[in-house]
């Protein structure tokens, strides 16, 4: 790891210690099984697709430090990516907004326990008319000369209307392991989200649907397991007081189908669910109190 992204992970650090009681705080946790078996060093191949339970979960934090300066920190559990943290700075001049920082794969292969990266996005807005976002992130060097590697990237596209923020997007995640060959996780995704909102109503609804395909290819030339759906979800976050929110969300796949030989398990439910909640905890100016204060006391 080199000594600038120590350096800058530090400050990251500093800033989310020096600030806790001025952030967001969000906690999720979930399970799903559209997933292959992470483990499996042979194809399916011709077979049923049954899925894979595998964990989910993420925790963050979030302050702005200035009316431009901020910084995100999260750690996360994610199916095909695996284990991720990272910690980001933040700077939104209004139309532009920049982040970059420090980016690990912690704990996801017994060879390489930590990885470095980066990450980082790049989005221009126009509150309450559009929005465009690019991000991406990605550990250094290969999987052949490291052990493992992660890349992912995100495009977003967003527009409001009257109580209804919509969004495009286009997600892409891969994660190599390389032993005695190479093993590689892909997943595409793309989807239109509606956020719909209401003044005076102390819950936002969202809807997301769209297309994904997930596929595990094995050694070179690669053989590999293809499964497509077509998704379905949703989200709810409910206020129950002015700093605290509750998020529930689900998802399913309505239609699931293989590449040929692969095909999806006669009778076989697909699904996504998590829960958890934000915790926005104020800044309290009243936690310094002068000596002199103290003496007249």
Request: proline share 5%; with cysteine.
């Amino acid at each position: 790891m080199s000594n600038g992204i120590k350096k800058y992970f530090l400050v990251c650090a500093v800033f989310v210690t020096a600030n806790l009681s001025a952030l967001d705080l969000t906690v999720i946790g979930g399970v799903g099984n559209f997933s292959f078996d992470t483990s499996s060093q042979t194809p399916i191949g011709k077979g049923d697709f049954k899925g894979n339970f595998y964990p989910l979960g993420l925790i963050n934090i979030k302050d702005q430090v200035t009316d431009t300066l901020g910084y995100t920190a999260t750690v996360e559990r994610d199916p095909l990516l695996r284990n991720v943290l990272s910690c980001e700075m933040t700077i939104n001049s209004g139309l532009l907004n920049v982040s970059v920082g420090p980016l690990f794969s912690v704990f996801n292969t017994w060879d390489t326990l930590i990885r470095p990266g980066v990450s980082t996005s790049l989005g221009v807005e126009f509150p309450g008319v559009l929005f465009i976002n690019f991000r991406g992130g990605a550990t250094f060097g290969s999987s052949q000369e490291n052990s493992h590697s992660l890349e992912t990237s995100r495009i977003a596209l967003g527009f409001w209307l009257p109580n209804v923020l919509n969004t495009i997007s286009v997600t892409t995640n891969t994660f190599s392991e390389f032993d005695t060959f190479l093993i590689q996780d892909e997943l595409f995704r793309a989807s239109y989200r509606a956020d719909i909102h209401a003044k005076n109503v102390p819950y936002t609804i969202s809807i997301e649907m769209g297309y994904q395909s997930l596929k595990r290819s094995y050694g070179t030339p690669p053989t590999e397991d293809l499964i497509r759906a077509v998704f379905l979800g949703f989200e709810t976050n409910i206020n129950i007081k002015p700093n605290f929110k509750i998020i529930v969300g689900a998802e399913t796949p309505v239609f699931v189908w293989g590449k040929a030989p692969l095909e999806r398990a006669s009778g076989r439910w697909f699904f996504r669910a998590f829960t958890g909640f934000t915790w926005t905890l104020e800044k309290n100016k009243e936690l310094y109190v002068p000596r002199e204060n103290i003496a007249e006391e």
